[in-house]
Every structure is written in C-alpha cells, then in structure tokens.
C-alpha cells in the first residue's frame, strides 16, 4: 500500500487529476467572468425584487394575523 506525504499527492492518484492542478506561472489560464453593465443591472434589479417580495408576504401574514385576532 502506498503512503502519501500531501493531499495534492492524494488527489492525484485516486480522482487523477494531473492535468487539473495548474500552476500559478502557467500561460494558458482562463479569463475571469466579469458582468455588463446590463448583466450587473438585471441582477441588482432581481435582488431589490426578491427584498421587496419577501417584505409584502411578511406585511401580508402579519396583516392576516392581526385581522384575524382582532375579529
């Protein structure tokens, strides 16, 4: 049975990812993601929409629960 002395070793020999673990002075990395000003305002304004949703249910149950002691 094998001993491996690091965990890159480890990754290596049982899910083999050789190619995988790339070095920081390899050329061909890929290029970071960054957002449009269109994407970055779609997903502000998905945001605010999803506060503003979760603000009207809870006014919404609170409002039903206090009518319905009230009765």
């Known amino acids: 049975m094998d001993i491996f002395t690091s965990p890159k070793e480890v990754d290596e020999a049982v899910i083999g990812l050789k190619d995988c673990h790339r070095s920081k002075d ?5 290029p970071v ?6 994407e970055l305002l779609i997903m502000i304004s998905l945001a605010i929409i999803s506060v503003m949703i979760s603000l009207d249910a809870t006014i919404i149950v609170t409002s039903l629960s206090v009518s319905l002691i009230g009765q």
Request: aromatic share 10%; proline share 9%; net charge negative.
């Open 33 to 38: 993601w960054k957002p449009t000003t269109h």
């Open 26 to 30: 390899d050329e061909s990395t890929e």
